[in-house]
């Protein structure tokens, strides 16, 4: 009965390479995100998605592109690595009153 | 420029003492604040919230204060329990339809027992 889940849960691959992260709520919520907490452990919200439209995009590199195949999936897919890439990614969904559900993270690691 | 703040990366408690985890926000327009609590490879979970028109709200151990004027919220847990420790990090709502939310960079909390 997990809420939020995300796949994989560790990723280790070399710079240049394209990978993708999947997310799934099962909460039923129209609102999804995708967080980066990056090495000083700061929370930061890149992409949210409601009803599958992109609703914020908190200037982030190009190489990242969200994709929402419907309202209960958000995926994550990020061309050509960089070192500075690596970090955790929380996957989030929202009720209505705005508190957020998250997933259990995505530790990505590039080498 | 972070619009919430957590000055205190650490703290430590003994157990059965109160923790008090401190939280400050520069933008007026929040209209909703909440708190999380993050264990180690896991993501953070909801504990407790408060909307901008109240001052107090409580859920059993847990309890946060709300001080608008000075733009400050706290989270007080009592009695603390080992099992809380964790990081704790604050968050606020904008006041817009997207429900965005801006963290803190959290507090880890140790509670000794």
């Known amino acids: 009965d997990t809420a939020v889940s995300q796949t994989p849960k560790y990723l280790v691959t070399q710079m240049g390479n394209d990978k993708s992260i999947k997310c799934e709520q099962n909460?039923?919520?129209?609102?999804m995100y995708w967080y980066k907490q990056d090495s000083k452990k700061f929370l930061k919200i890149m992409f949210s998605?409601?009803?599958?439209?992109?609703?914020i995009n908190e200037t982030v590199p190009n190489r990242f592109s969200p994709k929402s195949p419907d309202k209960a999936h958000l995926n994550l897919h990020i061309n050509s690595l960089e070192l500075g890439d690596s970090a955790v990614y929380f996957c989030?969904?929202?009720?209505?009153?705005?508190?957020?559900?998250f997933g259990p993270g995505t530790r990505l690691t590039v080498l | 420029d972070q619009q919430v703040k957590q000055n205190s990366p650490s703290l430590s408690v003994q157990e059965g003492r109160i923790s008090i985890l401190n939280c400050d926000y520069t933008?007026?327009?929040?209209?909703?604040f909440l708190w999380y609590k993050k264990y180690p490879a896991e993501g953070p979970t909801f504990l407790i919230s408060?909307?901008?028109?109240?001052d107090k709200n409580e859920d059993g151990r847990f309890t946060v204060f709300l001080n608008k004027s000075a733009k400050h919220l706290s989270l007080h847990i009592v009695p603390s329990q080992p099992g809380d420790s964790a990081v704790y990090f604050c968050?606020?709502?904008?006041?817009?339809?997207?429900?965005?939310?801006?963290f803190g960079t959290g507090t880890l909390l140790a509670v000794q027992p």
């Open positions: 989030a969904s929202t009720n209505p009153h705005g508190r957020q559900f």
């Open positions: 909460l039923g919520h129209d609102t």
């Open positions: 998605y409601n009803n599958k439209e992109l609703i």
């Open positions: 933008n007026s327009m929040f209209d909703y």
């Open positions: 408060i909307s901008s028109i109240k």
């Open positions: 968050a606020a709502k904008d006041g817009g339809a997207t429900n965005k939310l801006i």
